[in-house]
């Protein structure tokens, strides 16, 4: 038998605050006992379960692996704006006059993801 993926683990330095971002990002919860200073937080969303845990180390290069969204109720720029105002910032815009494309955002704390455009937005070219 094969295994299954129970977490996708990120290393931050506040895991709670940057669990509260991705929570807000993916339509998540924490778990009911994570707490401000704890040293790991979980998000629960209908994806993923996204684990945060303490590191000393401060992020430096590029992730080797991160995340893709894909909007379900919004545009892929809609749900850019949205992102933003939670704390992300832009780091590529790759859109495209066409529509196709995507964006490369970074999390509050400096780990990218990107942001594509929504099933919607693609089955209508």
């Keep these: ?6 977490h996708i683990t990120i290393d931050s330095s506040d895991p709670y605050t940057l669990a509260n971002f991705w929570a807000q990002a993916l339509d998540g919860s924490l778990a009911d006992d994570d707490m401000p200073g704890d040293p790991e937080a979980v998000v ?3 994806a993923a379960t996204l684990l945060f845990v303490r590191v000393g180390d401060r992020k430096t290069v590029k992730n080797r692996v991160h995340l893709d969204l894909q909007p379900q109720d919004r545009t892929r720029d809609e749900e850019v704006e949205r992102l933003l105002s939670l704390g992300a910032t832009l780091q590529g815009d790759h859109r495209r006059p066409d529509g196709t494309g995507w964006a490369t955002l970074h999390d509050p704390e400096g780990n990218e993801f990107c942001v594509e455009r929504s ?3 693609r089955a209508g070219g």
């Design 119 to 121: 099933a919607t937005e």
């Design 1 to 6: 038998m094969s295994s299954l993926i129970r």
């Design 44 to 46: 629960t969303a209908a």
